[in-house]
Nanobody, 123 residues
Framework: QVQLVESGGGLVQAGGSLRLNCAAS????????MAWFRQAPGKEREFVAA???????VYADSVKGRFTTSRDNAKNTVYLQMNSLKPEDTAVYYC?????????????????WGQGTQVTVSS
């Protein structure tokens, strides 16, 4: 059974930092693209970042320069370092993985999802 478990969310003041972790189990994702999405209240889920060995890391324009995604294949874990957080970054953040190596910005391209972790940025 494949599982993705996010952790590291919480409440932070604007300008602060958080690091989200996504630990995968049930299979190895070292050759797979993994991604982060987020969903704010009343809004659709949106792409944040993705990473794979073939394309490296890609980011949404809204987080470029502030967020960094990385992975540790030995731990089957992907990370999202979030710096200079803004109130508009408040959302539930989801980790996702797909069976292929290419990264996509569309959530429908991903096969596995975590349960999400809440990030709240106060002004």
């Amino acid at each position: 059974q494949v599982q993705l478990v996010e952790s590291g969310g919480g409440l932070v003041q604007a300008g602060g930092s958080l690091r989200l972790n996504c630990a995968a189990s049930g299979r190895t994702f070292s050759n797979s693209a993994m991604a982060w999405f987020r969903q704010a209240p009343g809004k659709e889920r949106e792409f944040v970042a993705a990473i794979s060995w073939i394309s490296g890391a890609v980011y949404a324009d809204s987080v470029k320069g502030r967020f960094t995604t990385s992975r540790d294949n030995a731990k089957n874990t992907v990370y999202l370092q979030m710096n200079s957080l803004k109130p508009e970054d408040t959302a539930v953040y989801y980790c996702a993985a797909r069976n292929g190596v290419a990264t996509f910005r569309q959530d429908g391209e991903y096969d596995y999802w975590g349960q999400g972790t809440q990030v709240t940025v106060s002004s």
